[in-house]
């Protein structure tokens, strides 16, 4: 197969960091990724894609590396993310436990889910040296033995509550909380892909009863996590669409369009067709007398972001998200 041709094993960071109405912070904390302290580059890098919600007060950066060189980027990212971020002073929609929020590690090519997890732990122990007060829990295969999801582990730390007591939450990995730095969740899993759908609606309700339909625990879609929320006067529906590699039903390429399968170096990993998401919730919006407005995807499909990755990468292009500004979101 084409996965380990390109040579060096890649994998990505979907950088979740509690901004995005401050420019220059997030432009810093990008440039943290390709360049050290001194100046110097780190090899073998890019930011691929830098996604800023206003109305969320939240970015997510695309950093893709090798597996030797992704932990020194993204702490090098989350080290200048600490610096300009005060988790104690956010605002925005979208729940958040932490000025960096999320760091998932996932595979790209040539590299297991295990390697994943060590990468994320490694980050996880490196950032409380260099950054203390912050504080992380671990998801996924960082989480040994139990390897819960990122789901589960907010759920049990209570990320959906309102006036949650950040600091009173035990973290896996630094002990001293800070207010300013909150919580951050730190693991490996199979690629996570974001995708929303806009109802031409200001029913927040509605908008949740149908998040609640196509979400995997209550019932939905494989793989699912889904969320309503009010965006520029409308409601979206912000997905979770996780790839995964137990494979239930039958999945049989072109002519099942339900799910889009891939392979990393022999393991085969699946998920729910973003149109598929989409067809279903037109379907639950029409009986309730809504229209959609559009479908958006958030950053890349798996496979194209191991591409795209592997482009970016062998031409030298570090800053490759500049090159996409106003084209993609
Ligand atoms: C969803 O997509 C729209 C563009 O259609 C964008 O403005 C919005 O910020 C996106 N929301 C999320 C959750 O990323
Ligand atoms: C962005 O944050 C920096 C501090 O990190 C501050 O100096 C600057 O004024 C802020 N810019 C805006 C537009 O708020
Ligand atoms: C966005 O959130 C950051 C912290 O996460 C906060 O410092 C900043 O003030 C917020 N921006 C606005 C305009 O509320």
């Not at 589960?152 to 949650?164: I, M, T, V």
Request: aromatic residues 8%; hydrophobic residues 35%; contains cysteine.
């Amino acid at each position: 197969m084409t996965s380990c041709k390109f040579g060096k094993s890649l994998v990505a960071c979907l950088l979740n960091v509690s901004e995005a109405r401050n420019k220059s912070n997030i432009e810093r904390i990008a440039k943290a990724a390709l360049f050290n302290s001194c100046g110097q580059e780190h090899p073998d890098t890019s930011v691929l894609n830098v996604f800023s919600n206003y109305d969320y007060n939240r970015s997510v950066l695309t950093i893709v590396s090798t597996t030797e060189q992704i932990g020194t980027a993204v702490v090098s990212s989350c080290v200048e993310g600490f610096s300009c971020i005060d988790h104690s002073q956010h605002d925005g929609v979208h729940p958040c436990l932490g000025a960096i929020d999320l760091v998932p590690i996932y595979p790209l090519s040539g590299v297991t889910l295990e390697q994943c997890g060590q990468i994320a732990r490694g980050v996880a122990e490196e950032l409380v040296k260099q950054v203390p007060g912050s504080r992380m829990f671990l998801f996924g295969y960082a989480d040994v033995p139990e390897r819960r999801s990122l789901a589960d582990k907010r759920r049990s730390l209570g990320w959906f509550r309102q006036n949650l007591d950040v600091n009173a939450i035990k973290a896996d990995v630094g002990m001293i909380p800070s207010k300013n730095y909150g919580i951050t969740g730190v693991g490996a899993s199979p690629y996570v892909m974001n995708c929303n759908i806009t109802l031409d609606s200001q029913d927040l309700s509605s908008g949740k009863a149908i998040a609640a339909a196509i979400r995997e625990r209550t019932g939905g879609l494989k793989g699912v996590q889904a969320m309503a929320f009010p965006n520029k006067g409308l409601v979206e529906i912000a997905c979770n669409v996780e790839s995964f590699t137990d494979i239930t039903e039958g999945i049989s390429g072109e002519k099942d369009d339900k799910f889009v399968s891939y392979k990393i170096c022999g393991d085969t990993f699946s998920y729910i067709s973003p149109r598929h998401i989409e067809a279903k919730v037109q379907y639950l919006a029409a009986s309730r007398g809504i229209k959609t407005v559009g479908t958006a995807l958030v950053g890349f499909t798996p496979q194209k972001c191991r591409l795209t990755a592997e482009y970016a990468i062998s031409h030298g292009i570090n800053e490759f998200w500049k090159r996409r500004q106003g084209a993609f979101m």
